[in-house]
């Protein structure tokens, strides 16, 4: 038996097929575009989404030795914290608003407000949160809440026509199938649901209130069995699939990367490095560390929560380098080719660690964690007339890591325990260079895993063979039964250098100074923008 997996990224959508055993039979990817507009805006067009996935999902299955009957499913990762409305026929109305967006932080900020406050939170309402479903609102507004408050103060006419909220997941899987609902991970960023119970998660009156949105407007939560039905007719012909081909409720990025990268257990560690970067384990317990934006939230393996944190820019700082400084898209320097990763890496290999003193700040859309500063913004600091490129590539590479390196006590103190070894997960962990620099920083050993961009879409595999397993095998999916190192083995392990780690523990210092030196400067520019 076979599989279709889609994973639909904020900058890249891969789709895959995969046989329940766990083997990767063939994978195609293509670009997403992203729009950012003024004042904070993000926003992707969802029938994008769709054209970019049917056509993927062809060209796959046109190459691919599996006969079309033998793929028995398909199930879809996406995005997460982004919101699609939709018309009752099912139609998006406008773009999707996706996690980056900031423009509903206004509304957010009035929304917690109260006294006595901590933080610009009312305290009634931050400890009620926290309580019910184990964080808040983030104030910097890119949680899907502030989405649709956005849309309900400042496009009207667009929230009274929405018939539901979705997030990507909700809305591929609706395409595909037909039915309309949630899960309890997915909605957890609506910050409007009781997570207490894992069994029992559903919307609190008192949030729903609170926030001023209609509950008809939001999906139904579904619990239990991930078969959400059979590929709608049109699609199952314009994809030239049987109509018997089952469509799975996945699950977002995040948690089916966590699954993906192979720590199934709890307290098995992974980083992931693509677009953003997260530094997170499955954890056994519910609790919230409201000072670094972090809290474990529901999973998607049943009865189990995972330490949620997101760093905005990662492997889009290496975009950025691409595209405005190596290989500018107007021409001035040509288009950039495609080995321009690799170049990179090339590039920075021919630089001692520590870039000769150059320093690269990561945060150039905000921060979330360890830090949820909105304001915030990077830049090269302690450049000289002695740096060249290859300088910027490296100082890019050792700038996200020092940012894992921020972050990395907190998660730890958060798990209540060290981590021995990190796998590493996403595009940037292709990259033996680093994670070499991050085994360094972090003074941790680093193991790349085989294939790390497919963890995404291994994880929501995982997930449907579990679900095919039990409908065609009678195996119960309480447990989880896929051997992991099966399906997310290792390729190598890094270790870290003493020498360098001693050197990087000096330029974390000088890394986090920078931080709390150009807060207050860039709040102020952020002011007058």
Not at 115 to 139: D, H, M
Not at 175 to 184: A, E, F, K, R, V
Not at 295 to 319: H, K, V
Request: net charge neutral; proline share 7%.
């Amino acid at each position: 038996m076979y599989l279709v997996a889609i994973d639909l990224g904020t900058s890249v959508c891969k789709v895959a097929i995969f046989s329940v055993q766990g083997e990767l039979v063939q994978l195609k990817a293509a670009p997403v575009s992203l729009s950012l507009l003024p004042d904070g805006g993000a926003e992707q067009d969802p029938r994008e989404w769709q054209r970019v996935i049917t056509q993927l999902v062809q060209q796959l299955l046109n190459m691919s030795p599996v006969p079309r009957e033998q793929i028995r499913a398909v199930i879809c990762s996406a995005q997460w914290s982004s919101t699609v409305a939709i018309d009752k026929a099912g139609e998006p109305i406008g773009n999707a608003i996706i996690w980056m967006d900031t423009r509903g932080a206004a509304h957010i900020r009035e929304l917690i407000y109260g006294f006595p406050a901590f933080e610009g939170y009312s305290l009634r309402k931050l400890f009620t949160w926290i309580r019910l479903t184990g964080g808040a609102p983030g104030r910097a507004g890119k949680d899907p809440l502030a989405h649709i408050l956005y849309l309900k103060h400042e496009q009207p006419d667009r929230y009274r026509a929405a018939w539901k909220f979705l997030e990507p997941i909700d809305y591929l899987n609706f395409w595909l199938s037909g039915t309309l609902s949630t899960s309890p991970e997915a909605i957890t960023l609506h910050w409007l649901t009781d997570n207490r119970d894992l069994s029992r998660v559903d919307y609190h009156p008192m949030l729903l209130r609170w926030a001023g949105i209609e509950r008809e407007k939001l999906p139904d939560i579904r619990r239990g069995g991930r078969v959400l039905g059979r590929l709608r007719p049109s699609i199952a012909e314009a994809w030239d699939l049987p109509r018997e081909t089952l469509v799975i409720a996945g699950t977002p990025d995040i948690h089916a990367a966590a699954i993906g990268s192979g720590g199934v257990r709890d307290f098995d560690p992974h980083l992931y490095i693509g677009t953003s970067a997260w530094l997170s384990c499955h954890v056994p317990f519910k609790k919230t560390d409201l000072l670094h934006n972090m809290a474990a939230l529901p999973a998607a393996l049943p009865g189990r929560y995972f330490i949620a944190n997101e760093q905005e820019t990662a492997g889009m700082c290496l975009t950025f380098l691409r595209d405005h400084l190596f290989f500018a898209p107007d021409g001035l320097t040509g288009d950039a080719p495609p080995d321009a990763y690799a170049r990179f890496d090339a590039l920075a290999a021919e630089v001692p660690p520590g870039s000769e003193g150059l320093i690269f700040t990561p945060w150039l859309y905000g921060e979330r964690t360890p830090v949820e500063d909105d304001a915030i913004r990077g830049g090269f600091h302690h450049l000289s007339l002695n740096h060249r490129r290859a300088h910027l590539v490296r100082a890019v590479l050792e700038g996200v890591a020092l940012n894992l390196r921020w972050l990395l006590p907190y998660v730890e103190r958060f798990a209540g325990r060290r981590f021995e070894q990190i796998r590493a997960i996403g595009g940037g962990a292709r990259s033996d260079l680093w994670c070499q620099i991050l085994a360094d920083v972090l003074n941790r050993p680093i193991a790349q895993m085989e294939n790390p961009v497919t963890a995404t879409l291994r994880g929501a595999a995982m997930l449907g063979a579990l679900e095919l397993r039990q409908i065609h095998e009678g195996s119960p999916t309480n447990r989880f039964h896929l051997d992991p190192a099966r399906w997310a083995p290792i390729r190598q392990v890094f270790q870290p250098d003493p020498a360098n780690t001693r050197l990087y523990a000096n330029l974390f210092r000088a890394f986090h100074a920078l931080y709390r030196a150009t807060r207050p400067i860039h709040a102020k520019v952020a002011s007058n923008e």
